[in-house]
């Protein structure tokens, strides 16, 4: 099993950028998929964006496609969130997870989730 812990979150001016990031703990990093997903309030999660295991595919949501980057260093059992241009819709607790495919991240099952970090974008 592997542990996932997020940092980066916090109040930003819309239109400005945060970076995420979420360390892995565990089991071998180089095994999972990782992702990213969101819940604003009120609303469903979402999935955001995801990473393969080697960092060869990745896929976005089409809401932050452009925006957002993700990306992995295996060496450090981290995976970030890149979000520019962030704008009010943004705002939501974002978490990471892991599966055992990308596919699995969108379609489930995931295997674990973080607990989560706080992004608010004023407007």
């Known amino acids: 099993q592997v542990q996932l812990a997020e940092s980066g979150g916090g109040l930003v001016q819309a239109g400005g950028s945060l970076r995420l990031s979420c360390v892995a703990s565990?089991?071998?990093?180089?095994?999972?998929?990782m992702g990213w997903f969101r819940q604003a309030p009120g609303k469903e999660r979402e999935f955001v964006a995801g990473i393969s295991g080697s960092g060869a595919v990745k896929t976005y949501a089409d809401s932050v496609k452009g925006r957002f980057t993700i990306s992995i260093d295996n060496a450090k059992n981290t995976v970030y969130l890149q979000m520019n241009s962030l704008n009010a819709e943004d705002t939501a607790v974002y978490s990471c997870?892991?599966?055992?495919?990308?596919?699995?991240?969108?379609?489930?099952?995931?295997?674990?989730w973080g607990q989560g970090t706080q992004v608010t974008v004023s407007s």
């Open positions: 997870a892991a599966g055992a495919t990308i596919g699995s991240l969108t379609s489930g099952p995931v295997n674990c």
């Open positions: 565990g089991r071998t990093f180089r095994s999972y998929a």
